[in-house]
């Protein structure tokens, strides 16, 4: 089974502080995605990642860095945290074949992140 | 714009009960369509998809989707619902031109009365 670990659980963190959310896969997957998740707007797109120190932008990447320097592990990076940046973050990794586009994504249990 | 739709916020059945979660999309061609559902507390996970052939797709947990063309719908079913069911459910699409970025929905609350 494909396993996404995300290093916290819960996190709460104070407005201007930097925030480190960690990520690993250990499935050798190729992609690897970072989402928020609020209330009544579903899941978003942070950034992906198709390859070691590579990137995109998704749809709200105001805000966030990202950093992948090994294949199985993808930081997304908070440089100063502010409350509207409070929510869940979810990773998410998939196997990015040729026919990528529908590979099924596998999903981390989520980091519910708190800035006050 | 590309979008997907799940009109029903929350939804409440009995245990035992049939249940029928909406989904709609607007794409240019037909994406791959996914429902995924996240138990309290938890991440996704991916009940079924559909890519392309036969549209009545079969997944885990003993759930179906059918995909209608016609009505840009992708709408999951499952004949008799029990209490573990209790979960958030999203549907998802992704386009076809290798395009990895999942647009989803903005997720169905389901409470299961005993």
């Known amino acids: 089974d494909v396993k996404v670990t995300q290093s916290s659980r819960y996190l709460v963190k104070r407005t201007g502080e930097k925030v480190f959310l960690e990520c690993v896969q250990d499935m050798d997957h190729e992609n690897m995605f970072w989402y928020r998740q609020d209330p009544g707007l579903g899941l978003r797109l942070i950034y992906f990642?198709?390859?070691?120190?590579?990137?995109e932008k998704g749809d709200i990447p105001e805000g966030y860095s990202v950093s992948r320097e090994k294949k199985e592990r993808f930081s997304l990076i908070l440089e100063s945290a502010s409350t509207n940046q409070t929510s869940m973050y979810l990773c998410?990794?998939?196997?990015?074949?040729?026919?990528?586009?529908?590979?099924?994504?596998?999903f981390g249990p989520g980091t519910r992140l708190t800035v006050l | 714009a590309q979008s997907v739709t799940q009109p029903d916020i929350h939804i409440t059945v009995s245990e035992g009960a049939s249940l029928e979660l909406r989904c709609n999309y607007s794409?240019?061609?037909?994406?791959?369509l996914f429902w995924y559902v996240q138990s309290p507390g938890q991440g996704l996970q991916l009940l079924l998809k559909?890519?392309?052939?036969?549209?009545l797709v079969q997944g885990i947990k003993g759930f179906e989707a059918e995909f209608k063309r016609s009505q840009s719908s992708f709408n999951l079913r499952k004949p008799s619902v029990h209490w573990s069911d209790a979960a958030e459910y999203f549907c998802a699409v992704v386009g076809r031109d290798s395009s990895y970025k999942l647009i989803f929905g903005s997720g169905t609350r389901l409470l299961v009365r005993p």
């Open positions: 998410a990794s998939s196997r990015g074949t040729s026919g990528g586009a529908g590979d099924t994504q596998y």
């Open positions: 990642s198709y390859d070691v120190k590579m990137k």
């Open positions: 559909y890519f392309s052939g036969d549209t």
């Open positions: 794409y240019g061609a037909t994406p791959y």
